[in-house]
């Protein structure tokens, strides 16, 4: 198996980490839906490939050396036009002189805001007995607190996606509680069986998480908004 | 000459099992040689001795240079000896010989070694380093069971490895279910209550420090032997990098034939210590075992009981084409216990139609209740059962039965038991809650099970046997709307 250009470049710099556009390019490349994004250097390239884009956006800096990207407050949500995207720029290039001064900074990624739906987990680990497993769950503190985490070894079938998405006991949540719409579920089922697709292609992957996929009312699709993809020699 | 060879084939069902792999003689030798066999009665060679001379269908060779022979029977000092061809060797002498022993085997041509000995991973670094060097020799030259195992039973054959003695560890008479377990004392301890409750497992098999077959392999092989109708797994950890994905592949492909019930223990984090030390195995993350269990259409159970109460009406029962569960009892309490743990497994127990109770409540005494659970009560006889039975279970308001006769009331009789396996025609799954101790209900018990109708002890074990066989007919597509 031919190794993935950007698994490889990445082995290549000594990184064990996908930087941020390379994980959304690499989801690119099996289809898995992110939102609309792109790698700028500075102000004015953010200013002009934000036409093509749309507002409103998210901008996040880019770099190997910074794990937590909002601790050190290289993370700014909703900015709506010009004016909030130059200041957004300014604002995230002086924290990280603040807290992060010897990171290096590769760009800053413009992404486009994800409208408002239910957030859910798709993660991946790689196990040495079982290869790679996936788990799935809901967004917050479900996973963290209640465990409320099903999983599935790759290769993950349809049927597979749709009984790990059911068999969660939070998944009330999808046929549309209270007030709330029923969700996408088959797109959800679509991205689990992309994302294990994308794994079993690339055994260089020893975790991955996309967290949150942001899963709309029905017929409306889901959206990986963020993914990190940690890698090894293996 | 056609004649001739039909009579030979109805000798045994062995001469009928056409040999395709080298686990058929695993299982099925024709010739089986114990390589440190000993006339001395408690020890391990001795018993494995003990078991083949008398109950083994198939030629036996002793094997020990310290004898010549006892009681009339010839050893040989080496495998290299036998003038006759070999197919399988049980090896019983201590691990330094082990590797000398497997070569001669090798050289002599036989086909299946089960080395019973141990001493080998399991001790540390010097055992590794000599099942390292047992691994060299091998080398697909011949298969092997272990080292470090209990082997293989087999009650249609007489093949008995478990070297413990007859008054200690009871053999189950043959029968459909098949035991795969990680732990050899475990199958001892299975087996000897099996047999005591008179279950019949056919076919057993511990496999140790699975230096050559695994579970795989063995779950492949009682897919393809049509004497086993469910396979139990006893379960700790796998230990090779990889095999879990093959074993998952292999599972999901066995369950298209025939069931698989495991159980899988080591599921805490307390317990992944004990597991880690006890088969040398990684430590196994629950949760994984627990997806690939799921991912398979394996049916888990939670404890062996359990996975034997299950095994029992997946090895006898037809599958249910729904969910809908007919209670009938004689005890109104009884029959609430059984909706609850129905209900929590997700099956039904729907009310019946008010025609079909009109038509019950003509026959039956007032007080009954009709809507289901048919509540036949203390003044309950054979008839009222047998009346509700062939009324309601063929009709297309329910997939199964479960039924309750505590005995302990006068108008019960043995007899009942004939109407509820009479009941069988209907291809409906039937399975029976008695409870009590005196010897009328064991009688009445075991008419029941040795008729295959499986009989348990308390509603929720009945409610988890239906829910495996409903859980496995929706895996084999059976259920309507599935």
């Known amino acids: ?234 | 000459m056609e004649a001739q060879s039909q009579v030979q084939q109805s000798k045994s069902i062995e001469s009928q099992l056409v040999i395709t792999s080298p686990l058929d003689l695993l299982f099925n030798p024709r010739s089986v040689a114990i390589i440190g066999a000993t006339p001395r009665e408690n020890s391990v060679g001795g018993v494995i001795t003990k078991n083949l001379l008398t109950k083994f269908k198939g030629k036996v060779y002793l094997v020990n240079p310290k004898y010549d022979e006892v009681n009339g029977v010839k050893y040989y000092k080496s495998i290299l000896d036998v003038q006759d061809e070999v197919d399988s060797a049980v090896i019983v002498v201590p691990a330094p010989t082990v590797p000398k022993v497997v070569d001669e085997c090798i050289r002599k041509g036989v086909k299946v070694a089960i080395i019973i000995s141990g001493g080998f991973s399991e001790v540390g670094e010097e055992g590794a380093k000599l099942e390292n060097e047992l691994k060299r020799i091998v080398q697909n030259r011949i298969r092997v069971l272990g080292p470090n195992c209990i082997g293989v039973y087999n009650a249609f054959n007489g093949l008995d490895t478990f070297f413990l003695p007859e008054d200690r560890m009871g053999r189950p008479k043959p029968g459909p279910v098949a035991l795969i377990s990680n732990s050899g004392a475990v199958a001892g301890a299975i087996l000897d209550w099996a047999a005591r409750r008179n279950i019949g497992v056919g076919l057993a098999v511990n496999y140790g420090n699975k230096l050559d077959i695994n579970e795989a392999e063995l779950l492949e092989y009682f897919a393809r032997d049509s004497r086993v109708r469910v396979i139990v797994m006893y379960m700790e950890g796998l230990k090779y990098p990889g095999e879990g994905r093959k074993l998952l592949d292999v599972m999901r492909e066995v369950v298209s034939i025939k069931p698989i019930v495991v159980y899988k223990a080591g599921r805490t984090k307390a317990a992944s210590g004990a597991v880690r030390s006890h088969t040398a195995a990684l430590a196994g993350n629950y949760e994984i075992y627990r997806a690939m269990l799921r991912q398979a259409g394996v049916i888990e159970a939670d404890n062996l009981t359990d996975a034997f109460d299950m095994a029992k009406a997946l090895a006898t029962q037809p599958l249910p084409r729904g969910n809908r569960v007919l209670i009938i009892t004689d005890s109104g309490g009884m029959g609430i216990q059984s909706v609850d743990a129905l209900d929590m497994r997700g099956l039904q127990v729907p009310e019946l139609s008010e025609s079909l109770q009109e038509i019950l409540r003509k026959q039956l005494p007032p007080l009954a209740v009709t809507r289901n659970p048919i509540d036949l009560t203390g003044s309950a006889t054979d008839a009222m059962y047998k009346f509700v039975l062939d009324t309601v279970l063929p009709t297309s308001y329910v997939d199964m039965a479960l039924i309750i006769a505590l005995m302990q009331i006068p108008g019960l009789t043995i007899n009942l038991s004939n109407y509820i396996v009479e009941a069988r025609r209907f291809n409906k799954p039937i399975v029976v809650v008695s409870f009590g101790g005196n010897e009328y209900v064991a009688k009445f018990e075991n008419h029941l099970e040795e008729n295959g109708i499986p009989v348990y002890h308390a509603p929720h074990r009945a409610a988890k046997a239906l829910w495996a066989l409903y859980e496995y007919a929706k895996i084999k597509g059976v259920v309507r709307g599935w």
């Open chain 1, 1 to 234: 198996m031919v190794m993935n250009p950007i698994v490889a470049k990445a082995l290549e710099e000594g990184r064990y980490k996908l930087l941020e556009h390379e994980s959304f390019e690499l989801l690119r490349q099996y289809n898995i839906p992110v939102p609309d994004f792109a790698l700028v250097q500075d102000v004015n390239e953010a200013l002009k490939v934000v036409k093509d884009i749309g507002y409103p956006v998210a901008l996040k800096v880019v770099s190997p050396d910074i794990i937590h990207k909002s601790d050190v407050g290289g993370v700014i949500l909703n900015i709506n036009n010009d004016d909030e995207l130059r200041s957004a720029c300014e604002r995230i290039r002086i924290n990280i002189r603040e807290k992060a001064p010897y990171a290096r900074v590769s760009g800053f990624l413009l992404q486009r805001m994800v409208p408002e739906g239910l957030e859910t987990i798709v993660g991946a680990t790689k196990d040495p007995i079982f290869g790679h497993v996936i788990a799935f769950g809901l967004g917050g503190v479900m996973v963290e607190v209640l465990q409320d985490v099903s999983f599935r070894i790759v290769p993950v079938t349809e049927e597979d996606a749709r009984a790990m998405i059911r068999e969660i006991k939070g998944y009330r949540l999808f046929n549309g509680y209270r007030n709330m719409p029923v969700r996408d579920e088959e797109a959800v089922v679509y991205i689990i069986t992309r994302f294990s697709e994308l794994l079993s292609e690339n055994p260089n992957i020893v975790e991955a998480d996309l967290n949150p996929v942001i899963v709309l009312e029905r017929g409306k699709g889901a959206y990986a908004a963020d993914a990190r993809f940690i890698i090894g020699t293996a």
